[in-house]
């Protein structure tokens, strides 16, 4: 681990952005900062507001699990947006996010980062990062969407192996991270430490570019698409209803995953933990 510092003036000086991060809420130590964004959210704070800490005690990514790493070691930050959209249309940040952090790594670091779907950043078939969007609707509007960004930047996973091992609050990374080979770090990429706040900055700006874009209308789905590294794979899915199988066929306006069964008949797949299909032995 480094001890690579960071703060909302070392963030905002030089952003140069025109919604993203004007207001920037440093803690060093939160329990989430989506958490901490819905708060800031459901009082009017403005749209483009970042929350960024050093630490969660209570991260978390989707389907309920545990997100956890060293303190000063990783970027843990969540935005507050207002994009127009229809409720049935928020998966569209997610997109945003993710299109925006695959071109800040490659632009900071040189590393080709890819999308698996719904909201993983991989770099050599690794996670690296992850998003959790999340909703605030009254009625049939939507008032906000929180989004959360955690990328692994500098840490080595021994040094997890050993934290967990050390301090009871990492115990369920292990749980979590399946520790085998599935996720890196930028920095084990790399083979060398990466300065966080230029890659911040940097994330904000391409985050904000793509934003900007669905703001005027445009549709992402060809670039989003492009990305997934799920899309032509013969895949199983977990979704609410059960396990789905068959082949990750496109994506739809909104991100949703065209799921080819074996019969032929389509499903839509608005979330689910994917993984890719068991070969048959023979």
Known sequence: MTNDTISADAIGDGLQTRILGHRIVYHE????????????????????TLVIADEQ??????????WVAPPRSSILMSLILHPGLAPHQAPRVTMVVALGACDAIHAETGLNAAIKWPNDILLNGKKCAGILAESGIVGDKLEYVIVGLGVNVNFALTDIIQVATSDSRFLPFGETWNLNGNVTTIADEMRKPCARVPLIQSIL????????????GENLREEFANRLTTLGK????????????????????DGALQLRRADNSLVRLVAGEVTLAKMRGG
């Open 29 to 48: 130590q939160v329990g989430s900062t989506n958490d901490a964004a819905k708060q800031l959210a459901e009082t009017g704070e403005p749209e483009g």
């Open 205 to 216: 700006r391409s985050i904000e570019n793509y934003y900007l874009r669905l703001r005027a």
């Open 57 to 66: 005690t209570a991260g978390r990514g989707r389907l309920a699990r545990t």
């Open 234 to 253: 013969s895949i199983q899915a977990q979704t609410p209803w059960g396990i789905e199988a068959g082949v990750a066929e496109d994506v739809d306006d």
